[in-house]
């Protein structure tokens, strides 16, 4: 699935800059599971600093006042997005994300063209 990015301005959403972040059908499915699961309506990813390699992955369901006009919106279906957030959005320009099951459990793996190394877990990049 290619995205398609919307930025909202003085309170309409508006197209905005593609990112080329590709979303596979099976992580947008588990995406919106998990937004049903908890009655959300986004879910917020970013980059933030931390883990053993200088930035980590972290997912959380945003507040509004979490949210600003910068932020990249990326339509899951036509109620719910996938939030990258503006100090982010270049951290994580072309990244893949898919929802992977193995016999030891299943995630979201994220394909980061941008990370020089990752941890060993894979939770962290650096940038």
């Given at each position: 699935m290619r995205?398609?990015?919307?930025?909202?301005?003085?309170?309409?959403?508006?197209?905005?800059?593609n990112h080329n972040i590709t979303i596979t059908e099976k992580a947008k499915e588990y995406l919106l599971t998990q937004l049903s699961k908890?009655?959300?309506?986004?879910?917020?990813?970013q980059a933030k600093g931390?883990?053993?390699a200088g930035y980590r992955y972290d997912w959380s369901y945003p507040e509004k006042n979490d949210l600003n006009e910068n932020d990249t919106y990326i339509?899951?279906?036509e109620k719910h997005f996938?939030?990258?957030?503006?100090?982010?959005?270049?951290?994580?320009f072309g990244m893949s994300i898919?929802?992977?099951e193995t016999l030891s459990g299943s995630s979201l793996e994220l394909i980061n063209p941008n990370?020089?190394?990752?941890?060993?877990?894979g939770e962290s990049f650096s940038a």
């Open positions: 995205c398609v990015f919307i930025a909202v301005v003085d309170g309409k959403r508006q197209l905005t800059m908890t009655n959300q309506t986004n879910v917020l990813l931390g883990g053993c339509n899951l279906d996938l939030i990258i957030d503006a100090f982010s959005a270049f951290k994580l898919d929802f992977v990370a020089v190394s990752t941890c060993g877990c």
